[in-house]
Structures are given as C-alpha cells and as structure tokens.
C-alpha cells in the first residue's frame, strides 16, 4: 500500500467519526479487500469470510471513539479481523492452541469441511503448506505488502519473502499447465 | 521465480477469487442494531433499582462497620503472624546492600486495582473459585519470579534472570510470543544502572540494541530498549528502573498502538535483604491487571498474596507446582 492509499484511508477514518452512516461506504470500499482476504487466509471458506468480516467491521465501529486516525486505523481493524478469525477458527476445533507460541500455522489445518472456493485456489492450496497459502493469498488476493504481512503474522520481511519466492517456484513446478493454457485463451 | 509465470498465476488467481457480496449498507444496518439493544429501554428501572441497592448498602455497613473495626483491633495481621522478613534467607542479593535502598513504610500497596475495567472483569469470573482464578493468573507468571528470586544459574522453562558481580549486573532471557527470544544484559555501577544491551533472536535472525537514557532526572536511571520502530505498529520497550531503592524491570508489548500485555517486577527489600517480589501483570484478553506479593520463604516454598483470596502457599515438589489455601490443594 502507498502513501497516497494510507493517506485517504486516514482522511475516510476522520470522515467516519464525524459521520459513520455517511462516511462507512467510501472507508468500507477502500479497505475491505484486504480485510475479507485476511480472515479468508485463515478461514477457507468465502460465506464465512464475508460474516466475520461484517463483524470485525462493527467491531471497529464500535470502538470509533478510541482510535486515533493519526497513527494507522488500517492495521486496528486488520488486527480486529485477525482476531476474529482466530477466535471462530477457537470455537471450531478448541483442542488446537491456536496462534500462540508459533503455533499460528496449526490454523491452516482446521479447513472448514465445505471448501467453496474455485478449483485454482483449491489447487494451489494443495500445493502450498498453510502458512505459504497464507502468505500468498494476504499478498495477491488482498493486495498487501510484505512489510503490512510482516505485522500480521508476527514474521520478519525476510522470512515471508522467501516464503512467496519459495511459494512460486512450487506453483511453477506443480501447477496444472492447462489452467496456464486456458489463461491465455481468456 | 519466473516472474511472468508469477504475473500470469496471480492474474489468474485474482480472476477466479469470489466476489465480495456483503456490502457497506449490510454491515452498518448490523452495527446500528447492536448499537439499538445496547441502549436501556427506561432509565428509571435501573435508577430505583441502584437507590435501593445504595440505601441497602447504607443500612449494611452501619450495622457491620462496628463489628468488624472491633474484630480487627483484637487480632492480628497475617503478615506478621506467619513469618518474619529478617528470617528469609533465600534472595542471591542480600550483598548488594549498597547498590538499592528500600524503606518499609513506603510499601507499593498490595492489592491496590489499577483499572475499574479489571475490576469488574475480575468479579464477573463466575464459574471458577476465586482460589482457582488466582492460581490459573499466577500460572504464567510463576517461572520468571522464581527465577529472579533464585538468581544466575536457574533456568525455568523459557525464562531467565538473575545478578552477578559486585557492580549489580542483572541479566535476563526471555521468550516473547509471536516476536521471538529476548535477551538483556544491564549493569549498575556507583548505585546507577549504566549500560544496557540486548538482543532478539527471531527465525534464525539476531537483532543488537543498545539502550537510551530515558530519564532526565539523573537522581533516576531508566534505561529503555526499543524493539520495533513505531512505523511498523508494533514495538516493544524494556526498562530497568533504580529509583527510590527499588529495583523493578517492565516489559510492555503493543499491538497497533495498543497495550496487550504487561509485566512489572519489583524485587523489594527489607532489613538489607530481598525476600519478597511485588508482580503486576496486565492482560489485553481479560482487561484486568492481577497484582501479587511473592514471599519467599523457603527455595521451594513461596507465599502469595493477592486481593482475592487471604494466603496462598505455594511449593514446588518433583517438579509440579502445590498450590494450597484454607484446606483446598491445586497441583499443576
């Protein structure tokens, strides 16, 4: 994300506490992509990501009054919706200690049993260990940087650009040539 | 990595993600119906409701207030009937008598809550005995507390510290979670904390910092590390603090600007000895702040102290932790 894009998120959050009903729509458009696509990294599943999303959103509504548009209100309501995620992911299967001590990639394993997603993600997901499919799906589905990743899952940038290079070489390796071909016919 | 094979499976993969449905409209019409049920119907209910509790109260406590000024002139307090300070001898800092002063009468208070929210957070606990709730809080903390009461050489688990030397080097290893392992190392010479250094191990990656003199004050010396620039959201700050005759060591972790958890050591002492520690620790998930007393009597056998239950007593035997109060056993 660019300086341009972190300054009007910071001018629609300003906007939103004078006026949510007026103001969400135009913060919602800039910054839900991002959102949806963190807690779908962590979910599997689009109808939950969209539910959990609308919470995390109220969630910051909410709490509108504590936050200072100042700092960054992106990374609030990203923490909020990480959050979210790993709590339903909690309730799902509560054996696993979920995101802490390192744990964080045990989340990849509790796929919910309905995988709805198109048959290229489901590919790559077969092909990539969950934190690789997290990393790539936080980078190329919800346009973040690696420095913003790098806050997220508590990794150095180092680490998780290795892990996107690593990730590429094994989807050039194994994925399906004809997704490649019918790529072309498009 | 091919990068136009990457441009190409990226393009592709964004073209078969599915589309966002919800939209703003959906999730504001949601927060304003939550916000609608978080409104009381009536204000009166409650108002009547809370001047009755308040003239209830009132009747209480001048029926009980006599009785109970009346029972504490006759007894005596459990600090003093159990133990005297002057006879612990367990702390590997008894000879540092020079390097902190510490007077009795200015005791930090014990059970003093430092938030409202934690307060009420701690009454709203149902479900788990008060003497459970204490012990399941005192859980995490149990490790770096025996460790600074036993000193350079006892490693538990994943956290260490101690002194060493004449001069009051205080060194210390800790695991941070999600941020990786911090180690420290802070030297005191003529009485003031001098040199602070540190590193964090993280995925193989080692990162040096040196301490700032944080305090204008020079009858103080706080020394401060910080971890992370706070462009990147998260930082974190350790202190070493001599002031006033107290020596306390603090860890604060933050997550976008927000504190998460929070650690305060202060190792106090008395008759030239150190043979207590006052802990507070806070918890961003349970909003509260559990504030202990660590008496140590023995190696192996510590009192706690908190607001919720009177004494705890704690002994480590073959490596479980006995944790006892008023006939109740907990073994972890």
């Not at chain 1, 969400?24 to 599943?45: C, G, M, N, Q, W």
């Not at chain 2, 009132?58 to 006599?66: D, N, R």
């Not at chain 2, 999600?178 to 010479?189: H, K, P, R, T, Y």
């Not at chain 2, 043979?275 to 023995?298: D, G, R």
């Given at each position: 994300m660019n300086e341009e894009e972190n300054e009007a998120?910071?001018?629609?959050s300003r906007e939103l506490k004078k006026d949510p009903d007026v103001a969400?729509?135009?913060?919602?458009?800039?910054?839900?992509?991002?959102?949806?696509?963190?807690?779908?990294?962590?979910?599997?599943?689009?109808?939950i990501s969209e539910d959990l999303m609308q919470n995390a959103y109220v969630s910051f509504l909410e709490n509108l009054k504590k936050i200072s548009c100042q700092l960054n209100p992106l990374s609030y309501l990203l923490s909020t919706a990480r959050n979210k995620a790993?709590?339903?992911?909690?309730?799902?299967?509560?054996?696993?200690?979920?995101?802490?001590?390192?744990n964080s990639e045990l989340v990849g394993r509790n796929d919910p049993d309905e995988d709805d997603s198109g048959p290229l993600l489901k590919e790559i997901k077969g092909l990539l260990n969950p934190f690789e499919f997290r990393v790539y799906i936080l980078h190329v589905l919800g346009e973040l940087t690696f420095k913003?990743?790098?806050?997220?899952?508590?990794?150095?940038?180092?680490?998780?650009?290795?892990?996107y290079s690593e990730s590429i070489d094994k989807l050039q390796k194994g994925v399906n040539p004809l997704w490649m071909s019918n790529s072309k016919k498009r | 990595m091919d990068e136009q094979f990457e441009k190409k499976i990226n393009k592709d993969v964004q073209a078969s993600a599915h589309p966002?449905?919800?939209?703003?409209?959906?999730?504001?019409?949601a927060y304003h119906e939550k916000e609608q049920k978080k409104k009381p119907s009536s204000y009166k209910a409650p108002f009547y409701g809370a001047l009755g509790a308040l003239a209830c109260a009132?009747?209480?406590?001048?029926?009980?207030?006599?009785t109970t000024i009346k029972k504490q002139t006759e007894g005596t307090s459990s600090l003093t009937e159990d133990y005297s300070l002057s006879d612990v001898e367990v702390s590997p800092l008894k000879n540092d008598q020079d390097v902190l002063g510490y007077e009795l009468t200015t005791l930090y208070p014990l059970v003093k809550p430092l938030s409202t929210k934690g307060r009420l957070a701690a009454y709203s606990g149902a479900g788990l005995s008060l003497f459970e709730e204490a012990v399941a809080a005192y859980e995490p903390l149990q490790a770096p507390i025996r460790s600074t009461f036993l000193g350079k050489g006892e490693v538990l688990g994943v956290e260490s510290g101690g002194y060493s030397g004449s001069y009051g080097?205080?060194?210390?290893?800790?695991?941070?979670?999600?941020?990786?392992?911090?180690?420290?190392?802070?030297?005191?010479?003529?009485?003031?904390?001098?040199?602070?250094?540190?590193?964090?191990?993280?995925?193989?990656?080692?990162?040096?910092?040196?301490?700032a003199q944080r305090s204008t004050d020079a009858s103080k010396s706080i020394f401060g590390l910080k971890l992370f620039g706070s462009d990147e959201g998260d930082y974190s700050i350790v202190?070493?603090?001599?002031?006033?005759?107290?020596?306390?060591?603090?860890?604060?972790?933050?997550?976008?600007?927000?504190?998460?958890?929070?650690?305060?050591?202060?190792?106090?002492?008395?008759?030239?000895?150190?043979?207590?520690?006052?802990?507070?620790?806070?918890?961003?998930?349970?909003?509260?702040?559990?504030?202990?007393?660590?008496?140590?009597?023995?190696?192996?056998?510590?009192?706690?102290y908190t607001s919720k239950v009177s004494k705890i007593s704690l002994s480590y035997e073959n490596s479980q932790r006995i944790y006892k109060n008023n006939g109740s056993t907990i073994t972890k």
């Open positions: 998120i910071r001018k629609a969400f729509a135009p913060f919602y458009e800039l910054t839900k992509k991002r959102v949806y696509f963190l807690i779908y990294s962590f979910t599997h599943d689009y109808a790993i709590d339903y992911l909690r309730k799902q299967k509560p054996e696993y200690e979920l995101d802490k001590d390192g913003e990743i790098s806050s997220l899952v508590k990794r150095p940038v180092g680490t998780l650009t290795y892990t | 966002i449905t919800k939209n703003a409209a959906d999730i504001l019409s009132v009747v209480a406590l001048a029926v009980l207030l006599p080097t205080y060194s210390n290893k800790m695991v941070l979670p999600d941020v990786g392992e911090l180690f420290f190392n802070a030297v005191s010479s003529r009485g003031r904390w001098s040199v602070l250094t540190g590193e964090l191990a993280a995925d193989g990656e080692v990162r040096r910092f040196e301490g202190e070493q603090k001599e002031n006033q005759g107290r020596f306390a060591f603090t860890f604060q972790l933050y997550d976008s600007y927000q504190l998460t958890s929070s650690l305060n050591l202060r190792l106090m002492r008395a008759n030239g000895k150190y043979p207590f520690i006052l802990v507070n620790a806070f918890s961003s998930a349970a909003y509260e702040t559990t504030t202990f007393k660590v008496l140590a009597v023995e190696t192996n056998l510590y009192s706690l």
